[in-house]
Each structure stands twice: as C-alpha cells, then as structure tokens.
C-alpha cells in the first residue's frame, strides 16, 4: 500500500541542466508526480546549470551544500535526483546530506512494486529491482541506517537489500528461470492468436493517457482506472468487435515515460512485446496535456527501441471532453488519427471504423460466389475478415471481402 498524506514523506528535487534541449523543469513536474504517486510530497527543487556531471557526486561542490541546506530548511526526509545516479554518487550524497537519496529509477521501481498483481508483474519487478540494486550495494548499503521504510525499500526484493552479490546473482538466475517460463506460455498464446488469424491491436501510450479507460470502455476489462501515473502495470488482452463485426484483440501496455529505466525494458520484455507483434499499435495520447507533442515523441523512441516502430499507427487523441477547443497537436508518424474521449465515448466508432480500414490495408480482397453447402465459411469470414457485400443468389452466396492473406476457402 503507498502511504496517505499523514504519513507522506517530504523531498527535495533536483537535476543538472545540461543545455542539450531537454527541458528540465518539465522533467522535473513529472519527477514530481512520481513522488507523489509513490505517496511521497516535494518541498523544494534544485536545479544547476552545468556543462557536465560531476562524476563524484552528480552536482558540484557548491550545489551540494545548497542541497544540504534546503534538506534542513524544509526538513526534508530524502531527495530525489531527475537522473540515475552511479553507486559512487549515491554514497557521496548519502555521506554527504544524511538522509535518503533517490533517483528517478528508484522511485519508478518503488511505483511498480506497488502496482504489480499477477506472477508475472511480481516476478519482472523483482529482477529490475535487484539487477539495480546490485549495481549499488556500495552505496545502498552506506545509508541503510537512514533508509527505514517508505519510497525506495518497498517490493518483493526490499528483503535482500543487505545481502552480498553472490545471493542476489543467484536470486536473479532463478528469476530469468521463472519469467522464460512464462514468457514461453505468453508466446503459446500470442502463437494461438496468429493462428487464428484474429487482427491484434496494442494499446500504446504515454503513462496516464487513458489507455485503460478505452480498454474498458471498449471490453468491459475491468482494469484499474486512476488518475496517476502507471495506474495499471499488468498486461491485459481482450476480444473486441468492430463496427463491421470482425473481431480484433486488445491488448494493453505499460505505460511509456521519459528516461524508462533500461532495467525496466529488460525485465518487462515480454509483455513489452506485445506490441512488437501486434499487427496494429493503436497510440493513445493525452490531448488536455499540454505536454502531448513532447510526449508523442518519446513513444516512438521507446517503440523504437523495442523494435516495434515498423507497426501501422492509429492515434487517438484521447480526453477531448477536458478540452474547449482542440489544441493543433499532430502526429506526422501515424497512419491515420481520430479524436477521441474514452471516458465519455464519443468519437469511438470513428476509432472503430480507422481501424477497420488500417487492418484492411494489409488484407487480401475477395470476390467469390460460394456454394450453399459451403455457407459455414461465412461465418469465418464474418469473424476474421470484414465482409463488403453480401448477396445470396441462385448458385451461391456471392462476398466481397478483406481476409487475411493466409486465408483459404
């Protein structure tokens, strides 16, 4: 359970600002956010303008101080930096300021062991926890004393903070065990649905873009809605009708963020490649954020990263029920876009009828006259393909249609 605001611990935020394009205070709203969404509150934020980081102890020497003094103003129960930070500057800041220090990464992983229900999720959360651990036994284990509870020690690993690299590497051996044990059933079924020949759409997006208020609205999932940031963490695939009648698969992802940890692309591949091996991304962003253009960007860099951007792209500017007027956001890198708001509905047979036609683009068309006493294949075509036209005559039945390529009478 995260902590409620009695019990909310106070944090001072700070980054490095390196001129290189990247807007820092806006990284650090969403540093915040996190915070707050990991049950924590900021108090104050830090921020220098450097060349380079320092290698030591991530700010300069004067920098450092200043933190210092902002932690004892604000009483602050630990700061948090925008960046990773290496085991050595970990120490030296831990050494330094004498409270908890937290990076971006940490805060992140303390979000997902909060959020993950199923095997799976537990098993992935784990792993990304003790492979980054790991890295920092030198520096997690100078500030243990001031470490206690709350964000940052939470989790299925939180138990093995204080043990050598030697358990740990064994922990994370048995770990990949487990995840390619599930990960080879997760390929049984994505094998099954391409058998099937059933389309697969992947619901893709910013963190807290409504993803899985449109997987509901659509299916009835049932998955957790919330006004925060990695509302939901735990994959989940369900069937749904077009407007044509043909049914599809949706499946939802993790939500993408600015500088996603690489320990959490490793751990979560599985379920990540989801969207490597949908037929279609369906791209949910976020239309009453201001940030949206930003945002749009670093989802194709992380479907770039995992090798999914080649995918048809359907946009759905989600949330335009917050809106009064449309901002002018654009996706040049999608297939086709619509306006949606998925809490209220509207725009969803628009939605439905672009991805009919996406999926189309990549189907086979047919013009057949089939005979009475094949008429069952009908019904499989009504299911995996979109039926045109229709007419039953005297020698058969005659269909227009889009099938999938594989497809054979």
């Known amino acids: 359970m995260f902590e409620n605001k009695e019990t909310q611990e106070k944090f001072i935020l700070f980054a490095v600002d390196l001129k290189n394009g990247d807007n820092v205070e806006d990284s650090l709203d969403e540093l915040e956010e996190l915070v707050l969404t990991a049950g924590g509150v900021s108090v104050g934020r830090l921020i220098q303008n450097k060349d380079a980081i320092e290698n030591a102890t991530y700010l300069g020497s004067g920098k450092c101080e200043e933190l210092r003094e902002m932690v004892l103003l604000n009483e602050a129960d630990a700061v948090c930096c925008d960046d990773e930070l290496s085991p050595i500057q970990l120490k030296n800041l831990s050494d330094l300021l004498q409270v908890k220090v937290l990076d971006r990464t940490s805060v992140i992983l303390d979000i997902f062991a909060g959020r993950a229900k199923t095997k799976e999720g537990k098993l992935q959360v784990e792993l990304a926890q003790l492979k980054y651990r790991a890295q920092r036994l030198i520096g997690i284990g100078t500030s243990m004393s001031r470490l206690g509870g709350g964000i940052g020690t939470r989790g299925p690993g939180e138990t093995k903070l204080e043990v050598d690299r030697r358990v740990i590497r064994d922990r994370i051996a048995q770990l990949n065990r487990e995840l390619r044990e599930v990960a080879e059933h997760r390929e049984l079924l994505r094998k099954q649905r391409m058998e099937s020949h059933t389309p697969t759409v992947a619901i893709v997006g910013y963190t807290n873009a409504g993803k899985s208020t449109l997987l509901n609205t659509l299916t009835d999932a049932g998955v957790l809605e919330e006004d925060k940031l990695f509302a939901t963490l735990d994959p989940t695939a369900r069937a749904y009708k077009l407007s044509t009648g043909q049914e599809i698969i949706l499946t939802d992802t993790v939500g993408f963020i600015k500088k996603l940890p690489h320990h ?16 279609v991304l369906l791209h949910v962003v976020d239309l009453s954020n201001e940030k949206a253009p930003d945002q749009i960007l670093t989802v194709y860099d992380t479907l770039l990263k995992l090798e999914a951007a080649d995918k048809p792209v359907l946009t759905a500017f989600n949330k335009i029920d917050r809106v009064e007027e449309r901002p002018v956001v654009k996706d040049l890198r999608c297939d086709a876009s619509v306006f949606i ?63 999938d390529p594989s497809f054979h009478m």
Do not use: Q, W
């Open 341 to 403: 708001s998925a809490k209220t509905g509207e725009g969803l047979d628009a939605l439905s009828e672009k991805l009919t036609e996406i999926i189309n683009k990549s189907r086979r068309f047919i013009e057949e006259t089939i005979p009475y006493e094949k008429a069952g294949i009908i019904n499989k075509i009504h299911a995996l393909g979109t039926v045109l036209t229709e007419d039953y005559r005297d020698d058969g039945i005659f269909i227009r249609a889009y099938v």
């Open 264 to 279: 959490l692309v490793n751990a979560f591949e599985s379920t990540l490649a989801e969207a490597k091996f949908a037929d």
